[in-house]
């Protein structure tokens, strides 16, 4: 079975800063890697995936993510924020074989001028 | 363009009743599936089904029922309301094909009380 960690809760920053969201994940077999943002009261929009290839994968909105096996790490950044990034960021993860997502527990970003 | 759409948007229940979430998708997916989410636990799955007439239980099913008689509509039955039941529920679909990108798609999200 997979899952998935998003130590960070609560993310502050501080507008046109540069912000990391980490995300680990475990799993016994080969895994696609997703962050899905959502604002305020609405659904989930996909930021980015990792299937296969390049580790590093860019995303709408000026979002990147790296893939590193080693340490079963998918974190998300993005070098300069907008106060309209404020949203919570979920990272997901399913196994190549099934369709199910396995999702973190999601961080909050707060973008303040 | 329509994509995944869910009804009712909002819905407020009292303890004991039973409603449908309904759930209908244009993309002709195989994969259907209904998630809840909840503050600081991220988005659970309840059911899924990999194509009409085939549904299977997820990691929260207690208290759900789902049927799925036609590729486009997947919904979801709430049998006995109950407070805990109070969630945002999310409707996603996706293809099999290896052409989809795998890519996952969410409804707009149903907002659930239950009093």
């Known amino acids: 079975a997979q899952s998935v960690t998003q130590l960070d809760s609560q993310v502050p920053v501080f507008e046109e800063a540069p912000v990391e969201l980490r995300c680990n994940y475990s799993?016994?077999?080969?895994?696609?890697l997703f962050w899905y943002v959502q604002y305020p009261n609405q659904g989930l929009q996909l930021l980015l995936k990792?299937?296969?290839?390049?580790?590093l994968v860019k995303g709408i909105n000026g979002f990147e993510a790296e893939f590193n096996k080693s340490q079963t790490s998918f974190h998300l950044r993005k070098p300069s924020v907008h106060i309209s990034d404020t949203a919570e960021y979920f990272c997901?993860?399913?196994?190549?074989?099934?369709?199910?997502?396995?999702f973190g527990t999601g961080t909050r970003l707060l973008v303040s001028p | 363009n329509a994509g995944v759409t869910q009804t009712p948007k909002f819905q407020v229940l009292k303890t004991g009743q039973s409603m449908t979430l309904q759930c209908a998708q244009d993309?002709?997916?195989?994969?259907m599936s209904w998630y809840r989410q909840d503050p600081g636990m991220g988005l659970r799955l309840i059911h899924y089904?990999?194509?009409?007439?085939?549904?299977d239980q997820g990691e929260v099913p207690n208290g759900y029922n789902v049927s799925r008689s036609t590729t486009e509509d997947f919904p979801l039955r709430l049998l006995s309301a109950a407070p805990s039941q109070t969630s945002v529920y999310f409707c996603?679909?996706?293809?099999?094909?290896?052409?989809?990108?795998?890519?996952?798609?969410f409804g707009e999200g149903s907002w659930l009380t239950v009093v």
């Open positions: 799993s016994s077999v080969s895994v696609y």
């Open positions: 996603a679909s996706s293809s099999a094909g290896a052409d989809s990108g795998n890519t996952i798609y």
């Open positions: 990792y299937l296969s290839g390049s580790t």
């Open positions: 997901a993860v399913r196994n190549t074989g099934f369709q199910k997502l396995v």
């Open positions: 993309m002709n997916h195989e994969y």
């Open positions: 089904s990999v194509g009409a007439g085939i549904t």
